[in-house]
């Protein structure tokens, strides 16, 4: 019986189980291993690792974590979970059944591009959606922003901030008002109401369907975000969001699930290292504090 099981070894996992084992609690981190920054050379904007690559940060989290006594760690998914007594029953996809009082999500979200040639190639290295991670090392270029729904009219106000200027591409996805195009013209964003039709060449320039082509330093598009299924097999709230669903937290980042604690990506709308990383040390906190308060083990 472990004190707690948590589905997903990423940033936020490791933080929430680093608490956990330095309060000499017995934990079982399970990892698919599919972290969501895997397709971008290095990382951004996490004090102190500024520029790493995210498997060199990981490595180091991991080793680490590796070094208390009381983490257990096991490659694969978390299948299905399901209440047992005061606990929970944690089906493997290797079929393995582990026993724990206390469950953290930490499973993150999958990213969904537009179905535009050439973006997925790029995703990570000069298509980017979050210009805080990605936008400095974009040298204050030109830069796009491929619409993907009304969220892009936002990231289109907020990427000037990175760029010598903007064009946002419309892509039948943003029908703009009078006072949206106002607002964009004040930030010197050009608006394109062609469509999309390619993403090409060593950076991102985007080939438009009347035949232009328009020469970019940097491309930003907003995903839609998918969740773990797991989180609908527990019967975890999700909130619906710009992006996609969110699962439901309270301050100590536990869901509507008694027992069941979420953090990271997977429990919050703004995604980064940093923010990942604080959530995940309260949910360990907070999945800690039940085990005791609540007289469990
Ligand atoms: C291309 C790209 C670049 C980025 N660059 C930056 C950057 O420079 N700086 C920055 O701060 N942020 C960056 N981010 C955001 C950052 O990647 C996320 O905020 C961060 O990875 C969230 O950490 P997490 O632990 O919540 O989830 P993730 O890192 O996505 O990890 C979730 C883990 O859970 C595993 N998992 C899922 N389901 C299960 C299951 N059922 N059982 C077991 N394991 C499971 C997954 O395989 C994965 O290993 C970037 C994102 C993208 C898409």
């Keep these: 019986m472990f004190d707690v099981i948590v589905a997903g070894g990423s940033y936020a ?40 690559s995210p498997d060199a940060i990981h490595a180091d989290a991991k080793a680490q974590l590796s070094n208390y006594p009381d983490l257990s760690w096991r490659e694969g998914r978390v299948a299905a979970a399901e209440r047992e007594g005061d606990g929970f029953a944690v089906r493997l996809d290797d079929g393995a059944v582990v026993q724990a009082w206390r469950l953290i999500l930490a499973t993150g979200v999958s990213d969904r591009l537009p179905d535009v040639p050439g973006l997925a190639e790029r995703w990570g290295d000069t298509v980017a959606s979050c210009p805080y991670c990605h936008g400095y090392e974009f040298g204050r270029g030109r830069l796009g922003v491929l619409a993907a729904g009304e969220l892009s009219l936002h990231h289109a106000l907020l990427v000037p901030e990175w760029a010598s200027s903007t064009v946002l591409f419309t892509n039948g996805m943003l029908d703009l008002t009078g006072q949206q195009r106002e607002q964009l013209a004040a930030r010197n964003v050009t608006v394109e109401a062609a469509a999309v039709t390619e993403v090409f060449g060593d950076k991102a320039s985007v080939r438009l369907r009347d035949g232009r082509t328009v020469a970019l330093d940097g491309l930003f598009v907003a995903t839609r975000i998918e969740q773990d299924p797991l989180v609908a097999k527990l019967g975890c709230a999700t909130s619906e969001g710009p992006m996609g669903p969110v ?51």
């Design 13 to 52: 996992g490791m933080a929430a189980a680093l608490q956990l084992v330095r309060a000499r609690r017995k934990v079982l981190v399970v990892d698919a291993g599919r972290r969501r920054n895997r397709f971008a050379k290095a990382s951004h904007g996490l004090l102190g690792q500024d520029g790493r």
């Design 247 to 297: 699962i439901q937290t309270d301050e100590v980042k536990m869901t509507t699930v008694p027992g069941v604690f979420a953090c990271g990506d997977a429990a919050r709308m703004m995604a980064s290292l940093s923010l990942a990383i604080g959530d995940g040390a309260l949910a360990g906190i907070g999945a800690h504090r039940s085990l005791v308060f609540d007289g469990i083990a």
